[in-house]
Nanobody, 122 residues
Framework: VQLQAFGGGLVQAGGSLRLSCAAS????????VGWFRQAPGNEREFVAS????????YYADSVKGRFTGSRDSAKNTVYLQMNSLKPEDTAMYYC????????????????WGQGTLVTVSS
């Protein structure tokens, strides 16, 4: 499956963005999807994940209550709604897909998108 993440941009602190992860090549509903981010000089970290049927959603403590994952099977797309953004949310955001795993370990995801940059100004 090929993934493409988009929707990043520059936003002021307190603002919102919605990231999208579009899939091609396979039916996206067969995959769990995770969101990860990497800021300059930092390691890649888990942000959120959503199960293939959308019933299970997990979030990093740093984004819980501000970010919401969802998916639209008809559009083969997964979303990450990001509200109340903070400067520390600035990073390259990646989506990833796995047939068997819906948690927070990046090494267990098989397919990755190219990333979309989110910059939050103070």
């Amino acid at each position: 499956v090929q993934l493409q993440a988009f929707g990043g941009g520059l936003v002021q602190a307190g603002g919102s963005l919605r990231l999208s992860c579009a899939a091609s090549g396979h039916t996206f509903s067969s995959y769990h999807v995770g969101w990860f981010r990497q800021a300059p000089g930092n390691e890649r970290e888990f942000v959120a994940s959503i199960s293939r049927d959308g019933a299970l959603r997990y979030y990093a403590d740093s984004v819980k209550g501000r970010f919401t994952g969802s998916r639209d099977s008809a559009k083969n797309t997964v979303y990450l709604q990001m509200n109340s953004l903070k400067p520390e949310d600035t990073a390259m955001y990646y989506c990833a897909a796995s047939r068997s795993y819906v948690g927070g370990s990046s090494t267990t995801y098989d397919y990755w998108g190219q990333g979309t940059l989110v910059t939050v100004s103070s």
